[in-house]
């Protein structure tokens, strides 16, 4: 059931970055359909297509604020104070991440600056599924409510009462019964019930990524391209095998084509963490699952730290855990990674919940260019800049210069006729 | 020419906010069938494509060192100097942008903290044209390398000396003497002389757009969708119509599609800026493009400040001139825009040029989603976390809460045995 890897050469490194190959476009014609119904009949195809794809029949496309507050105060309280906890770790972390507008004084008289704006409108898409995913919520409503973005919409099938009760204390603005292609086209388009927004965030199936490509396609901005959730451990002989097991456990669980890697200086870790799988396996509600996953996975012996850092820069993981002497300094040469979890007591799940790090993040090797949701991701840094008269003077000549080099003599008139 | 808009109602700023429609995958066969070659023949395929599309014969791919020096050093001395006051001043606002590291400790034990790495290996397309666009070099190059990026590699047809200078003083690290769809396809796909790159970045004709995009959907990251350049002015009693006039030929002079647009709440104002506009216009060298792109531009009369606020957020510029009394309040309530020119003394050639902001801004209202490229482009936020023993069993039962009521045991579990 495992892969293992001992000693690989460089040039073996690429195949065990490789990620199963992501379906390119095949969804397009299906999309394409529901956007066009979408933009044709507004609300009137989100009823249509939801009994059509689920068999579920709506009237009303919102929550009223009552069914927000009935349904929330039917979570149970001690999830209640859980989720509590998460918000304000989550709240605290991100909003640490505010741009604090500084002036800078370029020149004498050339004063230029960045000020953060929240997007007007965005929205959130929460998948129904066998999880529900209430912490999503919190991750991307939080910074969304930090950000001051004025109109967060979320669309969601899911009826768990924690997505209600998340919902309501991340102060959503508008509450939406639909989910699939056809939400996301909702959210992209707009219709009676549901305002178009400019950037789209939330998980989903294949449908809903490829009508969030599709989206963005059109103009409405995206959180980032989307792929199977994803694992690495370094591990070095301090780390404790029971603990990877675990971790590597919590990763497969998500979905049959969650990625798992370990990585490890130590073929006794290997072979002691492979025997935890095993045994901690069998009691999983979700081991099926989790089983097929770990079919995926591999086990990489290495020879030296060295190695070990340039293979994980190389496979750019989603999440990444460190276990081992000196995590920091180990994390200080990471160049290509979502988010990072130091030593022996920092599980993913920390992260995934309650420790104040968003969990959205990017998989698939694209950690290699993309950062994972924050408080950025829910802003415009719009740039300012005020020149006097005296300003102008001391970069009057350079402009000039440039723009005329360029063949722009109206760029270069434009400061002439205010020097003159 | 001109067309004159006298207090719109509400329901109309829509209209007054459009764009002209982009054009959706017309190119997508020629642009897949350019990439096919690339990944084909590599090298051999760029030098085939260049020769057919632009009838130019290259032997050796990238220029050497030598080469870029002996270009660069032809450079007009007077040039040079204009262009390095742009680079110190453009360093200068990039570097302040740098994230500071701060540990947060959310809760007893429990560390969370972001830190900002470099892109590894991004790429900068430079056209060729009528414009050649050293500017562009300083802007994207610059702040490449104050993000740490290791591998900055320059695609450009254009042979202006200028060019190899802002390259050479950027620490460029290869430069590519190929242009259009093909330099995208080889950064994207990588050749036997040109890495392929995570990100890319720069202008572009249609084609070069197009090739972006398609680039996209394959998984390497771009700077921002393209569109015709634009500007908005505001402009109450006490602004200049010169100064405008000079702004929006400015604008204007940069091609035919080029969107200008004049918001004011004086009839006066728009009425002296017309004829002042007429004036100018007849020394330009690029008058008959400025001349087309004026064709579309809108003059617009609003009743008062408000009016022209909720018009120019809904415009979402990519360029807006602030040229009235108390600009910085007015700033104060603008939400979309890339960048913002506040009083008399500010062209936007400032800002293109030499002040230090950046000048690849978000065009045809994705102002509303998007920042400008920012140091932030070219960097990945990592988040990290550690958490100490103490810490996970402050945040253990919330952790396991929100696990279990996702039913995610395994998430769950991860908690549970660090703690028994």
Redo the contacts between chains.
Sequence with gaps: MFTQIQFPSRSEYASICERPALE??TLDTLIADVFTQVKKSGDQALRDLTISFEKREITDILYTTEEINLKSAQT?P??Q???D??YA?IY??HE??KLVT?K?E??PG?F?W?KA????KVGIYIPGG??????TVLMLAIPARIAGCLEVVLCTPAV?P?IFYAAKICGITKMAKIGGSQAVAALSLGTESIPAV??IFGPGNQYVTAAK?YAN?L???IDM?AGPSELAVYADSTAIP??IA??L??Q???GIDSQVILVSTSAEIISETIIEITS?LIS???KEM?EKALANSKFVLVANEKDAIDLL?EYAAEHLILACDK??DF?DE?????????????????????????HTL?T?????????V?L?SF???????????Q??EQ?G???I???E???????????K??LN
Tied chains: 1, 2.
């Excluded at 704006?117 to 007007?120: A, S």
């Excluded at 080099?405 to 400061?415: F, G, I, R």
């Design positions: 390119q476009g149970d001690t999830l104070k859980a989720i906890q998460a770790n605290a972390f640490a991440q500084t800078i370029i020149n050339v230029c960045q704006t929240g997007i007007d066998t999880a529900p995913l209430f912490s768990h924690a400019y950037k490509m396609r103009g409405t901005a391209p029971a603990y675990s971790d456990l919590s497969a669980e998500h901690q999983l509600p979700r989790a820069n995590a920091e994390a990471i160049r290509n990674a979502g988010s990072i979890f130091l030593g022996n007591y920092t599980p993913e799940s920390a992260g995934d919940y309650a420790s104040g790090t968003n990017p698939n090797g694209f950690a290699r260019a993309y950062s994972g924050n950025d802003t415009k840094k719009i740039t300012l800049q005020s020149i006097s008269k300003g102008l970069l000549n350079t402009i210069d440039m723009a080099a360029e063949s722009l003599q109206a760029h270069a008139n434009a400061v006729i205010r």
